[in-house]
């Protein structure tokens, strides 16, 4: 049973950086596509990015340049690197992950975590 579980969230200054992570386990083969959404409450979820197995990275237009997808095959882990943190990130942080499909920002995902909250002070 493919297990995603998301940490590394907390209370950040508006600024600063934050690294949050999705550790996968229970998986059977390695996954087509990996992303991070997140969402704020009252508000639809926004994709944010996506990385597929080779590594091509694709983002959303609002975070570009700011926000970085990762992942290290070794440790099962994915990453979601935050940088110039704006009070409008403060958002909840899903990690999402499929065996199939195409790898794009915006596609839907089979499996999921249960999501890490970051939230970003002025």
């Known amino acids: 049973q493919v297990q995603l579980v998301e940490s590394g969230g907390g209370s950040v200054q508006a600024g600063g950086s934050v690294r949050v992570s999705c550790a996968a386990s229970g998986y059977t083969r390695s996954f087509v596509c990996m992303g991070w959404f997140r969402q704020v409450p009252g508000k639809e979820r926004e994709a944010v990015a996506t990385?597929?197995?080779?590594?091509?990275?694709s983002y959303a237009d609002s975070v570009m340049g700011r926000f970085t997808i990762s992942q290290d095959n070794a440790k099962n882990t994915l990453y979601l690197q935050i940088n110039t943190l704006k009070p409008e990130d403060t958002a909840m942080y899903y990690c999402?992950?499929?065996?199939?499909?195409?790898?794009?920002?915006?596609?839907?995902?089979?499996?999921w975590g249960q999501g890490t909250r970051v939230t970003v002070s002025s």
């Open positions: 990385i597929d197995s080779h590594g091509v990275t």
């Open positions: 999402a992950a499929d065996y199939v499909g195409y790898c794009y920002t915006g596609r839907d995902f089979g499996y």
